[in-house]
């Protein structure tokens, strides 16, 4: 459990980043809260030569409302977030769910960018933002670009982001008093979800019920069509690929989406 050996530098600014990462390449990794990435080097599935801290980076720790937007800064935590109450007026669900995450260890120092950017399927804050119709903001050497949640999640722990790229901002609309509903099912209080839903109005995201956060659509169209909630989410597990584990089966974990996607939909009603 002794990760293999690496060189340190930190970055105080945005630009300090991306320069780091354009002298490094791929051999350098970003270290956000380092709840995702220290394990994965100290296991050596993960062994970058070097680590570039983003800690210092307070230009990207915000919650601020931009006319029909709410703009997340990637390096805010998610202890932050739980407290934050633009973030709990604007986006109630977002708030919530970094309320949920881990511990509070690992809310003090996990961030809303590292956990997109990480694109673990059984985490709880990509299936939020995708159900929530969010965008990420990334900066790298050629400028700024916009990616839609739907497209960020190509499979397990990929997206589309380069090596020299840094996720900068999270977006999200101004909730409008559309209801939003978030069921977690998990072994013990505090551990990842076996299977999760977040849903914004009839928008449902659900969390590892396949190799990315999912779309629930064919309960989205369903609902679209005018079918009742339990009729929808009873479609909630159309088209998803459940790991089957022993401690949880396919059948089960369909199983928990379609009896979680009701809950959630029945509280966002
Ligand atoms: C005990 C424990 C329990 C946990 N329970 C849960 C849980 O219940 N639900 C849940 O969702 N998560 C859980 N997590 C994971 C936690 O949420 C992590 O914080 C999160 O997955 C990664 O965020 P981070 O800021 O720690 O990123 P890091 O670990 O620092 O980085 C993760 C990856 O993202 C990259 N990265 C980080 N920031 C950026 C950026 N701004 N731009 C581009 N790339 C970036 C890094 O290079 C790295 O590849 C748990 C972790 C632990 C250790």
């Not at 062994?47 to 800690?55: A, I, Q, R, S, W």
């Not at 673990?120 to 400028?143: K, M, W, Y």
């Amino acid at each position: 459990m002794i990760p293999a050996q690496f060189s340190y530098r930190r970055a105080s600014t945005v630009d300090e980043a991306l320069s780091l990462l354009g002298e490094y390449g791929d051999d350098a990794k970003l270290l956000a809260g380092g709840h995702s990435l220290l394990p994965l080097m100290k296991l050596r599935l993960a062994t970058p030569e070097v680590l570039v801290d983003l800690g210092p980076l307070d230009e990207l720790r915000y919650v601020r409302v931009e006319g029909d937007t709410v703009a997340i800064g990637a390096l805010s935590r998610y202890h932050d977030l739980q407290q934050d109450e633009t973030l709990r007026t604007h986006a109630p669900l977002v708030a919530h769910v970094a309320g949920v995450v881990g511990d509070q260890q690992v809310r003090h120092r996990g961030t809303i960018g590292g956990s997109l950017a990480h694109a673990d399927a059984a985490a709880d804050l990509p299936a939020a933002i995708l159900a929530s119709d969010g965008e990420l903001v990334v900066r790298g050497p050629q400028g700024e670009r916009r990616i839609p949640a739907a497209e960020f999640f190509l499979g397990p722990f990929t997206t589309p982001l380069e090596p020299d790229e840094l996720v900068t901002e999270i977006r999200v609309p101004v909730s409008t008093g559309t209801g939003w509903g978030f069921e977690k099912f998990t072994r013990r209080a505090i551990d990842w979800a076996i299977v999760g839903v977040a849903v914004v109005g009839k928008s449902v995201g659900l969390i590892n019920m396949g190799g990315t956060p999912l779309r629930a659509t064919a309960t989205e169209q369903a609902l679209a069509s005018g079918a009742s909630v339990a009729d929808a989410a009873a479609l909630a597990a159309e088209g998803a690929s459940p790991l089957d584990e022993p401690h949880a089966s396919a059948a089960y974990r369909s199983h928990l989406a379609r009896v979680l996607t009701a809950r959630a939909l029945e509280q966002a009603a």
